[in-house]
């Protein structure tokens, strides 16, 4: 991949990144810095990209961990052990960003990448490095517990 | 609204325009620019004629007291980085110089120095109608011999003369005297492959080199200046971590403040570092260099002899109190890092750094570690520029980096990544000398009171 392709690929899909960037933390200015270090960190190893046909996934995947190191730095997790105590009563009442945002980081990913970034499960499973069951198994209880009835035709 | 509205209206709210999101990918490249240009001019911009180990700190720009002339007010932001500079400025404490040389469209202005008995510190202007990044490698020289000055010479890089802005550059001269007069020789650089907006890869941005220009300034330094300098004796040992370390004087000049330490033959360790602030009467904090030599060495030992802080020449003070917060220590026999270049195999590393991949491209090897921050948002050397292949020859290190914070993913600690550049090195095991083995954090400071009447 020549520089030149890389800019093209990533203006295709710097709006899809921000989207998710901006659902993890409800704030622009935050998801613009997050975008800012994926792209940065795509632009110094895009050079080892050796399928280019995996390159959303790739670069998806790169601002992923850096919505999670940003999440350690503040140390706002819910983890999927805290998510046992808390029941879909508590998310009913937040508007539906908020909500997305109290997920425990594990359901957030698929909920933002299948629905608001346009991925399919098996994408999503790809990028989260997870097995396709257990990415379907979290997106069930994620669209529970949001209350949200979206089925497969309604991912965008 | 219901969920399914609520949905549907989120996903009409993120598709707003984002203005911001349109410059990223620029954003990004300029980014990529600054980092790679630290690579191998970093190595150019420390030259010594005396031969012992440096200490050099470059960080952020903090800001520090503004001139209250309006027409210094630029030299002022052009020292915002450090508080001895700032104060100097603030003190009117200037000489200022107007010499002015134009060669092959590229003008040279030295403007101002700040000078003292130990150090000169030029400011200069580039510009340029025909070249957009233009590199300078200074030479001090002597006015009678034209040979080399005794001094240490650093200077920031990657001038863009379009900007017209005053850089700088810092020659100390260690144990010496600055002299009378000397000669400022200018080599201006020009490297052609960084101009090529359209280039795929900034591997190659320097390997064309051009010298575009030279120019030769013989510059008076202003006695009134270059005398100044108090000298207090302390004499006093402290006992760090089991090993003892005694402060035999302090020196104070108005561009920086030295603390001059021996060490007992019978420590078990090298002292490499300190952090450390100094209050004056309780009252004036002054922190060690951030932005130049922070400490120096000398060519007996691989310890540290002398730490250098801010100056408070400026201040008033009956009493001056060191605060001592962290130590860092090479143990003695653990002078060398193993590493295996074929196997990623390590062997005496530093506490907490780790081997985290080798590269290769063409004749050129990078070694990419994972550092611990020691002070958050602050690089420090891990290895000396030396090392040695298995018979014992030495080689030296072409080019470091450090790039950005990392979260290391089993620790809350953060890491950032340091780069080595190995060329034309076909051996498979390396030994790297190192600046450190381990460090240690003080609870409590560990102070010592000077009165400096």
Redesign the interface.
Known sequence: MTKDQFAVRIEQIRKQLYKTAFLYFGNETTALDLVDETIYKALCSYHKLRQEEFFDTWITRILINECHKEYRRNKRFTSMDQLKEIAAEHFDPLPLKEAIEKLPKELKDIVILRYFSGYTLAETAQILKIPQGTAATRQRKALRLLRLELGEEDAR | MN??E??LY??DE?EKP?P??DT??D???K??KRNTLIYRPLIGMITSFLLFVFLVNFSAPVAHACSQIPFLKELADAVTFSRSLSEAVKHDYIQEINLKQTDDSVTAHIEYLIVDQKQINIFYRLTSDRYHYLYVEPELLSVDTEEKLPCSTYWNNGNEPTENELQQITADFGDNNVPDTIKLQLSIVHYPNMEDET???DSNIFDIKNVIAKFHFTITLDPSFTDKGKMIPVDQTLLLDGQKITITDLEIYPTHLRINVSDDPKNTAWLKGLDYRIILDDNETFDPVKNGIAATGSSDSPGMVSFRTESSYFYTAKQLEIQITEALWLKKGMEKAYINLETGKTKDLPLGVALNEITEQEDTKWLSFHVPFIKEGHYHPVFAQTFYDIEGNEYTIEGFGT??S??HESS?EKYYIHKLQLSDFDGTEIWLSLNYSHHRKYATPITLKIPIE
């Open positions: 969920r399914i609520e949905y989120l996903l993120l984002i911001k999101l990223s990918f954003r990004a490249l980014r990529k280039r795929t890869s790039e950005g990392i979260d809350d």
